[in-house]
């Protein structure tokens, strides 16, 4: 039996806008980021989707509730769909942060986090995998929806198996689809920016 899991990232905040990290902050989508959840919204109309699950970030789960309004399904948050904690960067521009933190881009830049007080991108990759197969076993041979944040998509598309930067590159709103079966996940497709203008942070 095979699950397949659309895992979109959620609409764009003022945080976004502004390429600040957001981490485990929790600000809200702005007006922008509504209109693109109500467009991923009308995209997954033509989608049989029986079930939403939501980072409990807010601007995952506002995502999940305009999504969950149009097809007539609820959402379950799901807090291991978080966003990597990006400890003393929250709320910081990159420039911010080499002002701050001399030396901790050039950390993150040669394979580490960069931060020290947060979390690092292995152990969000353990627990987004871990979320994504629970809800592949909870729901076998549906199609379910997992709004999530641009770490954990990612995260997913390197765990997957793609290399390369053209892979780090996720829009607001962007749709990777992923096919679960027996504990293993391939890779699909992705809207890859296809919905909405580029959008990094």
Known sequence: ??????????????????????????????????????????????????????????????????????????????????????????????????????GALARRRDGGSGWELGESYEAMGERVWA????????HPDEIVLAVTHVGPVRMMRRLAGLQGEEWQRVANCDLDELAVRGGRIRWLDSTRGGLHEQVQG
């Open 1 to 102: 039996m095979e699950t397949l899991v659309l895992l979109a990232r959620h609409g764009e905040t003022d945080w976004n806008a502004e390429r600040r990290w957001q981490g485990h902050a929790d600000p809200p989508l702005n007006e922008r980021g509504r209109e693109q959840a109500r467009s991923l919204a009308a995209l997954l109309a033509r989608r049989s989707v029986s079930t939403i699950y939501s980072s409990d970030l807010q601007r995952a789960s506002e995502t999940a509730g305009v999504v969950a309004e149009s097809l007539g399904l609820p959402v379950q948050l799901d807090e291991r769909l978080r966003e990597v904690d990006v400890g003393e960067w929250s709320g910081l521009t990159t420039v911010e942060v080499e002002e701050r933190f001399p």
């Open 131 to 138: 979320a994504v197969l629970a809800i592949a076993d909870a």
